[in-house]
Nanobody
Framework: QVQLVESGGGLVQAGGSLKLSCAASGRTFSSYAMGWFRQAPGKERDLVTA????????HYADFVKGRFTISRDNAKNTVYLQMNSLKPEDTAVYYC?????????????????WGQGTQVTVSS
C-alpha cells in the first residue's frame, strides 16, 4: 500500500509555470507506475500524464504534450509534474495516483491509490 501527498499547487498567470510534487510513503515506491490526473469543476477526472516504474516510459494527454513533463526520483519516493506555458483551461484540482500495474500506465481504472489533490488556478 502507498500513501500519496501532493504539493506545489497555487495561482499563476497564463503563460507561467508551476511544479507539482507528490511524495509517497512506503518502501516499494519504485514498484508503482505513477500518474497525474486533473478534475475541473463540473468535468470528469482526466489522466494528464503517467510514468512507469523507472521513468523509461511516459504517457501524455494531447492537451499537455510539449508543455508538461512528468519525472520521478525513486530515491526520494517522489514524482513531479513540471507545468509550463499554463493556460486558463489548465485550472483544476490535480491528483497524484499510483498503480502496481506497470504495463498499462495510460489506463485510468488501474490506478488504485490517490492523493488528496492540489488546486492549480491559471488566471487570464
Amino acid at each position: 500500500q502507498v500513501q500519496l501527498v501532493e504539493s506545489g499547487g497555487g495561482l499563476v498567470q497564463a503563460g507561467g509555470s508551476l511544479k507539482l510534487s507528490c511524495a509517497a510513503s512506503g518502501r516499494t515506491f519504485s514498484s508503482y507506475a505513477m500518474g497525474w490526473f486533473r478534475q475541473a469543476p463540473g468535468k470528469e477526472r482526466d489522466l494528464v500524464t503517467a510514468i512507469n516504474w523507472n521513468g523509461g516510459t511516459t504517457h501524455y494527454a494531447d492537451f499537455v504534450k510539449g508543455r508538461f513533463t512528468i519525472s520521478r526520483d525513486n530515491a526520494k519516493n517522489t514524482v513531479y509534474l513540471q507545468m509550463n506555458s499554463l493556460k486558463p483551461e489548465d485550472t483544476a484540482v490535480y491528483y497524484c495516483a499510483a498503480t502496481p500495474n506497470t504495463a498499462w500506465i495510460s489506463f485510468p481504472p488501474l490506478y488504485s491509490y490517490w492523493g488528496q489533490g492540489t488546486q492549480v488556478t491559471v488566471s487570464s
